[in-house]
């Protein structure tokens, strides 16, 4: 494009009519150069409008050089609603620091065990060496629990923070997989997936019980993550059943609760 052709392209104009999309309404119509406008609209456009940021929805026609054509162009368009960071609320009060890996698939083949990512470790298996581990991390919980905690009605108490546990790190258990099968009484092991992911929990394995479902990472038939979901009035003798087992401490993050073997 030579230097006059530039020229008279940005004097000209076209009439752009915006549109609110959620009722229709015309927010407003102004006669704008080309080169202000972009060159499609196929890609995500965000434009400004009295001082508000607003995103094209929808845009007829599409490419600029439709509308240099028809000198005029209609955007519907949705306005950005930014949240303010102190209305957000957390349901838990603490997550894990990390999360594992993904796959395609897994060497189990029973009915794999979903869970959200948020639940991740919330109540799991730790070695007794973990205890001043544990101690720093229950500690936080429990000053966030007194500092940021909201009533949102009679039955559901939320967070305006939430504590991520940095400090207790992996947990490093060493237990056989067979001998757990077998405190357990179930030699039905099934993968472990993450609500909305088709794949896999890379190590990840689950066992269903007749209160509960065990799962965790496992590598060379050694586990060494082990967690709870599914908790029911049973749960606590199997809880008891392998801390008696395997010496180890059982701690519910979201109750900063610890138990072990003698309790």
Partial sequence: MGLLDKIFKKKETVT???????????????????????DTFEVATTMSLHGEEWSVQEAIPMRSEEFQKSKKLTLRMSKIEYMNPNDLLYSLPTISNELPGRTDETPFSAEPFSIQEDDWRQFEFLRKESTPLIEV?????????????????????????????????????????????????SEEIGGLKFHGDSGFVEGGFSIPTASSVFFGLVK??????????????????????????????????YHAEVISKDD
Wanted: charged share 25%; aromatic share 8%.
């Fill in 220 to 253: 060379n038939e050694i586990v060494h993550e082990l967690c709870i979901g599914n908790l029911t009035d049973g749960t606590r003798n199997e809880i008891q059943s392998i801390l008696q087992r395997f010496d180890l401490l059982f701690v519910n993050w």
């Fill in 16 to 38: 752009v009519e915006f549109y609110n999309s959620k009722d229709g309404s015309l927010i407003g119509t102004s006669d704008m150069p080309v080169s202000q406008l972009p």
């Fill in 137 to 185: 991390e229950c500690s936080k919980i429990e000053q966030l629990k007194k500092e940021f905690s909201k009533e949102v009605d009679e039955s559901f108490t939320a967070y305006t923070n939430c504590h991520v546990r940095d400090v207790i790190g992996y947990p490093g258990l060493d237990i056989k997989l067979s001998e757990l099968t077998q405190l357990l009484n």
